[in-house]
Protein backbone atom coordinates (compact mmCIF):
# COMPACT_ATOMS: atom_id res chain seq x y z
CA UNK A 1 0.00 0.00 0.00
CA UNK A 2 2.59 2.43 0.83
CA UNK A 3 4.10 2.12 -2.25
CA UNK A 4 1.08 2.01 -4.44
CA UNK A 5 -0.09 5.09 -2.52
CA UNK A 6 3.28 7.17 -1.84
CA UNK A 7 5.85 5.87 -4.44
CA UNK A 8 7.74 4.11 -1.13
CA UNK A 9 7.77 1.50 0.75
CA UNK A 10 7.84 3.99 3.72
CA UNK A 11 11.36 2.72 5.18
CA UNK A 12 11.87 5.73 6.73
CA UNK A 13 9.18 5.41 9.32
CA UNK A 14 11.55 2.78 11.79
CA UNK A 15 14.65 4.82 11.45
CA UNK A 16 12.36 7.71 13.14
CA UNK A 17 14.46 8.18 17.22
CA UNK A 18 13.80 5.37 19.00
CA UNK A 19 12.08 3.48 16.84
CA UNK A 20 14.87 1.60 14.69
CA UNK A 21 14.66 -2.29 15.34
CA UNK A 22 18.05 -4.34 16.92
CA UNK A 23 19.10 -7.09 14.91
CA UNK A 24 21.07 -8.71 17.12
CA UNK A 25 20.23 -12.19 16.68
CA UNK A 26 19.26 -12.56 20.55
CA UNK A 27 17.63 -8.96 20.97
CA UNK A 28 15.51 -10.04 17.60
CA UNK A 29 14.45 -13.15 19.52
CA UNK A 30 13.31 -11.86 23.03
CA UNK A 31 11.41 -9.11 20.44
CA UNK A 32 9.47 -11.37 18.83
CA UNK A 33 9.02 -13.51 22.21
CA UNK A 34 7.95 -10.38 23.55
CA UNK A 35 5.64 -9.39 21.17
CA UNK A 36 4.09 -13.02 21.12
CA UNK A 37 3.64 -13.34 24.63
CA UNK A 38 1.49 -9.36 24.56
CA UNK A 39 -1.16 -11.18 22.68
CA UNK A 40 -1.93 -12.93 25.31
CA UNK A 41 -3.80 -10.25 28.31
CA UNK A 42 -6.68 -9.87 30.55
CA UNK A 43 -8.16 -6.63 29.50
CA UNK A 44 -10.57 -5.22 32.14
CA UNK A 45 -10.10 -8.12 34.10
CA UNK A 46 -7.43 -6.95 37.04
CA UNK A 47 -7.27 -8.27 40.27
CA UNK A 48 -10.44 -9.76 41.60
CA UNK A 49 -12.77 -8.76 38.29
CA UNK A 50 -11.21 -11.80 36.73
CA UNK A 51 -13.39 -13.86 39.06
CA UNK A 52 -15.98 -13.76 36.69
CA UNK A 53 -14.26 -16.41 34.58
CA UNK A 54 -14.85 -18.42 37.84
CA UNK A 55 -18.61 -17.53 37.13
CA UNK A 56 -18.26 -18.65 33.28
CA UNK A 57 -16.56 -22.09 34.54
CA UNK A 58 -19.45 -22.79 36.90
CA UNK A 59 -21.97 -21.94 34.64
CA UNK A 60 -20.47 -24.03 32.12
CA UNK A 61 -19.86 -27.06 34.71
CA UNK A 62 -23.67 -26.82 35.73
CA UNK A 63 -24.57 -27.42 32.08
CA UNK A 64 -22.10 -30.16 32.45
CA UNK A 65 -23.72 -31.93 35.78
CA UNK A 66 -27.16 -31.92 34.31
CA UNK A 67 -25.66 -33.05 30.49
CA UNK A 68 -24.01 -36.29 32.44
CA UNK A 69 -27.38 -37.41 32.95
CA UNK A 70 -28.30 -37.99 29.66
CA UNK A 71 -24.77 -38.54 27.93
CA UNK A 72 -21.46 -39.13 30.11
CA UNK A 73 -19.17 -38.10 26.74
CA UNK A 74 -21.51 -34.73 25.96
CA UNK A 75 -21.75 -33.51 29.98
CA UNK A 76 -17.52 -34.63 30.51
CA UNK A 77 -16.95 -32.44 27.52
CA UNK A 78 -18.75 -29.27 29.16
CA UNK A 79 -16.90 -30.04 32.66
CA UNK A 80 -13.50 -30.00 30.66
CA UNK A 81 -14.38 -26.72 29.44
CA UNK A 82 -15.79 -25.31 32.78
CA UNK A 83 -11.96 -26.34 33.74
CA UNK A 84 -10.44 -24.48 31.25
CA UNK A 85 -12.61 -21.41 31.47
CA UNK A 86 -11.71 -21.90 35.59
CA UNK A 87 -7.71 -21.86 34.88
CA UNK A 88 -8.06 -18.64 32.80
CA UNK A 89 -9.22 -16.55 35.73
CA UNK A 90 -5.57 -17.56 37.21
CA UNK A 91 -2.96 -15.97 34.68
CA UNK A 92 -0.41 -19.49 35.10
CA UNK A 93 0.24 -19.36 30.99
CA UNK A 94 1.41 -15.89 31.30
CA UNK A 95 3.51 -16.19 34.61
CA UNK A 96 5.55 -19.10 33.43
CA UNK A 97 6.29 -17.95 29.86
CA UNK A 98 6.91 -14.57 31.21
CA UNK A 99 9.53 -16.17 33.13
CA UNK A 100 11.38 -17.68 30.33
CA UNK A 101 11.30 -14.76 28.05
CA UNK A 102 12.40 -12.51 31.21
CA UNK A 103 15.48 -14.88 31.69
CA UNK A 104 16.06 -15.54 27.93
CA UNK A 105 16.53 -11.57 27.53
CA UNK A 106 18.80 -11.59 31.02
CA UNK A 107 21.14 -13.88 29.26
CA UNK A 108 20.86 -12.06 25.81
CA UNK A 109 21.26 -8.47 26.81
CA UNK A 110 21.40 -8.24 30.74
CA UNK A 111 19.67 -5.34 32.52
CA UNK A 112 19.70 -3.48 29.24
CA UNK A 113 16.99 -5.67 27.28
CA UNK A 114 14.98 -6.54 30.81
CA UNK A 115 14.95 -2.58 31.59
CA UNK A 116 13.83 -1.86 27.91
CA UNK A 117 10.82 -4.47 27.73
CA UNK A 118 7.35 -4.66 29.81
CA UNK A 119 6.88 -7.29 31.81
CA UNK A 120 3.73 -6.95 33.69
CA UNK A 121 0.29 -9.02 32.38
CA UNK A 122 -1.64 -6.23 30.77
CA UNK A 123 -4.89 -5.26 32.48
CA UNK A 124 -6.32 -2.03 30.84
CA UNK A 125 -9.27 -2.27 28.46
CA UNK A 126 -7.46 0.60 26.10
CA UNK A 127 -7.18 -0.30 22.61
CA UNK A 128 -3.45 1.42 22.26
CA UNK A 129 -2.05 -1.03 24.58
CA UNK A 130 -4.50 -3.85 24.61
CA UNK A 131 -3.81 -7.50 23.24
CA UNK A 132 -6.22 -10.01 21.79
CA UNK A 133 -7.94 -11.46 25.07
CA UNK A 134 -7.48 -14.61 27.15
CA UNK A 135 -7.99 -16.81 23.97
CA UNK A 136 -6.38 -15.08 21.75
CA UNK A 137 -3.23 -17.59 21.85
CA UNK A 138 -5.31 -21.18 22.65
CA UNK A 139 -6.76 -20.39 19.56
CA UNK A 140 -3.87 -19.65 17.27
CA UNK A 141 -2.45 -22.81 18.63
CA UNK A 142 -4.93 -24.92 18.13
CA UNK A 143 -6.24 -23.12 14.55
CA UNK A 144 -2.29 -23.85 13.30
CA UNK A 145 -2.46 -27.57 14.19
CA UNK A 146 -5.87 -28.43 12.97
CA UNK A 147 -5.35 -26.55 9.76
CA UNK A 148 -1.62 -28.08 9.54
CA UNK A 149 -3.32 -31.72 10.20
CA UNK A 150 -6.05 -30.95 7.53
CA UNK A 151 -3.69 -30.10 4.86
CA UNK A 152 -1.45 -32.58 4.92
CA UNK A 153 -4.77 -34.79 4.43
CA UNK A 154 -5.47 -32.96 1.66
CA UNK A 155 -8.41 -31.81 3.34
CA UNK A 156 -7.84 -28.11 3.04
CA UNK A 157 -6.03 -25.84 0.69
CA UNK A 158 -2.74 -24.16 1.12
CA UNK A 159 -4.26 -20.82 1.51
CA UNK A 160 -5.52 -21.72 4.80
CA UNK A 161 -2.01 -22.36 6.29
CA UNK A 162 -0.79 -18.94 5.26
CA UNK A 163 -3.95 -17.89 6.96
CA UNK A 164 -3.04 -19.79 10.16
CA UNK A 165 0.35 -18.52 9.50
CA UNK A 166 0.20 -14.92 9.18
CA UNK A 167 0.37 -13.60 12.89
CA UNK A 168 3.39 -15.26 12.62
CA UNK A 169 4.36 -13.25 9.52
CA UNK A 170 3.52 -9.99 10.65
CA UNK A 171 5.23 -10.47 14.30
CA UNK A 172 8.65 -11.50 12.58
CA UNK A 173 8.43 -8.67 9.82
CA UNK A 174 7.57 -6.50 12.78
CA UNK A 175 10.16 -7.21 15.44
CA UNK A 176 12.51 -6.67 12.44
CA UNK A 177 11.47 -3.51 11.90
CA UNK A 178 10.75 -1.24 14.34
CA UNK A 179 11.73 -1.79 18.39
CA UNK A 180 9.83 -3.05 21.40
CA UNK A 181 7.06 -0.88 22.77
CA UNK A 182 4.04 -1.54 24.76
CA UNK A 183 1.83 -0.18 22.21
CA UNK A 184 3.43 -2.72 19.46
CA UNK A 185 0.18 -5.72 19.76
CA UNK A 186 -2.14 -3.24 17.93
CA UNK A 187 0.05 -4.10 14.56
CA UNK A 188 -0.66 -7.65 14.61
CA UNK A 189 -3.91 -6.98 14.26
CA UNK A 190 -4.06 -7.85 10.40
CA UNK A 191 -2.84 -11.10 10.88
CA UNK A 192 -4.73 -12.14 14.06
CA UNK A 193 -7.71 -11.26 12.00
CA UNK A 194 -6.52 -13.37 9.00
CA UNK A 195 -6.03 -16.00 11.34
CA UNK A 196 -8.99 -15.96 12.42
CA UNK A 197 -10.83 -16.89 9.08
CA UNK A 198 -9.54 -20.51 10.22
CA UNK A 199 -10.68 -21.00 14.14
CA UNK A 200 -13.65 -22.32 13.27
CA UNK A 201 -11.70 -25.26 11.94
CA UNK A 202 -10.41 -25.91 15.81
CA UNK A 203 -13.89 -25.46 17.16
CA UNK A 204 -14.77 -28.51 15.71
CA UNK A 205 -13.32 -29.79 19.05
CA UNK A 206 -16.46 -29.68 21.80
CA UNK A 207 -14.32 -28.56 24.45
CA UNK A 208 -12.52 -26.17 22.93
CA UNK A 209 -16.02 -24.29 21.66
CA UNK A 210 -17.51 -24.63 24.65
CA UNK A 211 -14.69 -23.16 26.09
CA UNK A 212 -14.49 -20.59 23.86
CA UNK A 213 -18.51 -19.60 23.82
CA UNK A 214 -17.66 -19.05 28.06
CA UNK A 215 -14.70 -17.43 28.19
CA UNK A 216 -15.22 -15.43 25.45
CA UNK A 217 -18.46 -13.78 27.06
CA UNK A 218 -16.69 -13.14 29.97
CA UNK A 219 -13.57 -11.26 28.31
CA UNK A 220 -15.94 -9.70 26.41
CA UNK A 221 -18.36 -8.49 29.23
CA UNK A 222 -15.09 -7.02 31.45
CA UNK A 223 -13.84 -5.51 28.51
CA UNK A 224 -17.04 -3.56 27.61
CA UNK A 225 -17.51 -3.01 31.41
CA UNK A 226 -14.23 -1.51 32.10
CA UNK A 227 -13.20 0.23 29.31
CA UNK A 228 -10.91 2.57 30.09
CA UNK A 229 -12.48 5.38 28.14
CA UNK A 230 -15.83 4.73 28.41
CA UNK A 231 -16.34 3.19 31.77
CA UNK A 232 -19.80 1.67 32.11
CA UNK A 233 -19.69 2.45 36.44
CA UNK A 234 -20.29 -1.55 37.02
CA UNK A 235 -17.27 -1.88 38.84
CA UNK A 236 -16.09 1.64 39.06
CA UNK A 237 -17.21 4.78 40.52
CA UNK A 238 -16.59 6.59 37.19
CA UNK A 239 -19.70 6.16 35.16
CA UNK A 240 -19.51 7.57 31.35
CA UNK A 241 -23.26 8.10 31.62
CA UNK A 242 -22.82 10.62 34.55
CA UNK A 243 -19.99 12.59 32.80
CA UNK A 244 -20.13 15.76 31.14
CA UNK A 245 -19.06 15.97 27.80
CA UNK A 246 -15.58 17.57 28.49
CA UNK A 247 -14.96 15.34 31.11
CA UNK A 248 -16.00 12.24 29.05
CA UNK A 249 -14.01 13.25 25.82
CA UNK A 250 -10.81 13.64 28.26
CA UNK A 251 -10.97 9.85 29.96
CA UNK A 252 -8.20 8.27 27.39
CA UNK A 253 -5.77 10.89 26.78
CA UNK A 254 -3.56 13.45 27.79
CA UNK A 255 -5.39 16.20 26.56
CA UNK A 256 -6.28 18.90 29.05
CA UNK A 257 -10.07 18.57 30.28
CA UNK A 258 -9.62 22.13 31.69
CA UNK A 259 -9.58 23.58 28.03
CA UNK A 260 -12.66 21.82 27.02
CA UNK A 261 -14.31 22.35 29.94
CA UNK A 262 -13.84 26.18 29.18
CA UNK A 263 -14.74 25.91 25.85
CA UNK A 264 -18.03 24.30 25.77
CA UNK A 265 -18.93 26.93 28.65
CA UNK A 266 -17.77 29.78 27.47
CA UNK A 267 -17.64 29.59 23.49
CA UNK A 268 -20.96 30.07 21.90
CA UNK A 269 -22.38 26.71 19.64
CA UNK A 270 -22.19 28.78 16.46
CA UNK A 271 -18.22 30.29 16.50
CA UNK A 272 -16.05 30.09 14.36
CA UNK A 273 -12.88 28.71 16.08
CA UNK A 274 -9.22 28.47 14.90
CA UNK A 275 -7.09 26.07 16.57
CA UNK A 276 -3.47 25.53 16.46
CA UNK A 277 -2.78 22.51 18.19
CA UNK A 278 -0.05 19.68 17.97
CA UNK A 279 -0.89 16.68 15.49
CA UNK A 280 -2.29 14.08 18.15
CA UNK A 281 -4.33 16.06 20.19
CA UNK A 282 -7.99 15.95 20.10
CA UNK A 283 -10.03 18.08 17.36
CA UNK A 284 -13.31 16.85 17.16
CA UNK A 285 -14.26 17.94 20.75
CA UNK A 286 -14.38 21.60 19.41
CA UNK A 287 -16.97 21.22 16.82
CA UNK A 288 -19.28 21.05 20.26
CA UNK A 289 -21.89 18.53 20.69
CA UNK A 290 -24.49 19.57 17.30
CA UNK A 291 -21.16 19.86 15.11
CA UNK A 292 -22.56 23.58 14.95
CA UNK A 293 -18.99 25.46 15.45
CA UNK A 294 -17.19 26.10 12.76
CA UNK A 295 -13.07 24.92 13.07
CA UNK A 296 -10.27 25.84 11.16
CA UNK A 297 -6.72 24.63 11.79
CA UNK A 298 -4.34 26.75 12.13
CA UNK A 299 -0.40 25.76 12.03
CA UNK A 300 0.89 26.39 15.31
CA UNK A 301 4.24 27.68 13.55
CA UNK A 302 3.41 31.59 12.63
CA UNK A 303 0.73 30.34 11.36
CA UNK A 304 -2.02 33.20 10.76
CA UNK A 305 -5.79 32.67 11.91
CA UNK A 306 -8.47 33.72 9.57
CA UNK A 307 -10.40 37.47 9.75
CA UNK A 308 -13.58 35.35 10.52
CA UNK A 309 -12.42 33.68 13.58
CA UNK A 310 -13.63 34.96 16.45
CA UNK A 311 -12.14 32.48 19.15
CA UNK A 312 -8.00 31.31 18.98
CA UNK A 313 -6.95 27.97 20.72
CA UNK A 314 -3.20 27.84 21.29
CA UNK A 315 -1.74 24.57 22.42
CA UNK A 316 1.61 24.34 24.49
CA UNK A 317 4.66 25.97 22.51
CA UNK A 318 2.23 27.29 19.24
CA UNK A 319 3.85 30.70 17.76
CA UNK A 320 0.72 32.43 15.65
CA UNK A 321 1.37 35.77 14.44
CA UNK A 322 -1.37 37.85 15.32
CA UNK A 323 -1.92 42.02 15.70
CA UNK A 324 -1.22 42.42 19.80
CA UNK A 325 -4.52 43.84 20.27
CA UNK A 326 -6.63 42.29 17.93
CA UNK A 327 -6.71 39.34 20.66
CA UNK A 328 -7.87 38.98 24.11
CA UNK A 329 -6.66 36.16 26.76
CA UNK A 330 -9.21 34.70 28.55
CA UNK A 331 -7.97 30.94 29.24
CA UNK A 332 -4.73 29.74 30.23
CA UNK A 333 -3.11 26.59 32.06
CA UNK A 334 -0.19 25.56 33.86
CA UNK A 335 0.30 22.90 30.39
CA UNK A 336 0.71 25.68 28.52
CA UNK A 337 -2.64 25.62 26.78
CA UNK A 338 -3.86 29.41 26.01
CA UNK A 339 -7.44 30.76 24.69
CA UNK A 340 -8.08 33.80 23.28
CA UNK A 341 -11.26 35.83 21.49
CA UNK A 342 -11.00 38.76 19.38
CA UNK A 343 -11.56 41.78 20.35
CA UNK A 344 -10.66 44.07 17.69
CA UNK A 345 -10.11 43.60 14.01
CA UNK A 346 -6.63 42.36 12.44
CA UNK A 347 -5.30 45.99 11.23
CA UNK A 348 -1.59 46.21 12.65
CA UNK A 349 0.61 46.81 9.95
CA UNK A 350 2.83 43.63 10.34
CA UNK A 351 1.86 40.18 12.48
CA UNK A 352 3.12 40.14 15.74
CA UNK A 353 3.61 37.38 18.63
Given at each position: ??????????????????????????????T?????????????????????????????????????????????L????A?????V????????V??????????????????????R????????????????????????????????????????????A??????????????????????????VA??????????R?????????????????????????K????????S??????????????????????????????DA??????????????????????????????????S???Q??????????????G?????F???????????????????P??
Amino acid sequence: MNLVETGGLGTDVPNQPNQSADLEPSVLAVTSLRLALSVLDMSGAPGPYALVFIAAAIGLAIAGLVQLRRSRGGGALLLAAALTAAVVAIPVVWDVVVRVVFKLALFAGGHSLTDRFGWRLNTKAEPLVGGYGPLALVLLAAATIAVVTLWRRRRLPVLAVALAAAPLTVLVTLAAAVSWDPTRPRFLVFGVALSAATWGVALRARPLAYATAGIGSAALFLALANYHGKPSGLFTADSIWAMPRWEAQTTRNGFGADVLRFVDASVPADARLSLAIRGDDWIHPFFGPTLSRHVELVSPRRGTPSREAQWLVLGPNAAVARCGGSWQAVFENEAGWRVERRVGPDRCPSPSD
